[in-house]
């Protein structure tokens, strides 16, 4: 009997773990903590995709190739990056499916000679995302906008950027691709 009742008290503890979970997931708010957090990893996740290589891949082989094309410098992907499959699977986790379509057809992504490629960039900036404040700004069902104060590395007076969260298959996403550059 002693057993019975420890295994029922497990099997609850283990459910409610579980549904407590599940509902931080599918949450229909957004804080202004999740949202940062979410904007430092779509930050990360730009810079990475639009540098060609994520420095946290392992076995990742680059082809550190440069090649012009339609007046644009390429640099041709590395091996975690080298189909759009890969940059698809990459970056949806982050920004909506519309935020990657147009990512990569306003930066001019393309595959060249069977290779995915991106154009050569200037690399970041002085925005300093890390200590950015925040407010919200629109709650509108499933859109959230947060305006975020961000300061810059060099001193200068902070920036304002209002960075657009939709709820896309139960997660928050970031709804432009370089919202937070």
């Known amino acids: 009997m002693k057993k019975l009742i420890l295994f029922l008290l497990t099997a609850s503890l283990f459910l409610s773990v579980g549904t407590a ?7 229909s708010d957004l804080t202004q903590k999740q949202a ?3 904007a430092l990893q779509a930050r990360e996740h730009f810079w990475n995709t639009m540098s ?3 420095p946290k891949a392992k076995n ?3 082809t550190n190739k440069t090649f012009e094309y339609q007046n644009l410098q390429y640099i041709y992907m590395c091996s975690e990056f080298d189909t759009k499959a890969k940059v698809v699977h990459y970056l949806t986790p982050v920004f909506t499916k519309e935020a990657v379509t147009n990512g990569l057809k306003d930066y001019h992504f393309t595959v060249y000679k069977g290779k995915f490629a991106v154009p050569i960039g200037d690399g970041d900036n002085l925005l300093n ?6 407010k919200l700004v ?3 069902g499933s859109v959230r906008t947060y305006e975020f104060t961000v300061p810059l590395l060099d001193g200068s007076p902070a920036v304002k950027r209002k960075v657009t969260y939709v709820k896309e298959n139960n997660k928050w996403k970031i709804n432009q691709f ?3 550059i």
């Open 60 to 62: 990742s082989t680059c």
């Open 129 to 134: 995302w890390e200590k950015a404040s925040s």
């Open 21 to 27: 979970s599940a509902a931080k997931n599918t949450s």
């Open 36 to 38: 940062l957090q979410l």
């Open 178 to 180: 370089d919202a937070v």
């Open 138 to 140: 629109s709650k509108k």
């Open 52 to 54: 060609g290589h994520n």
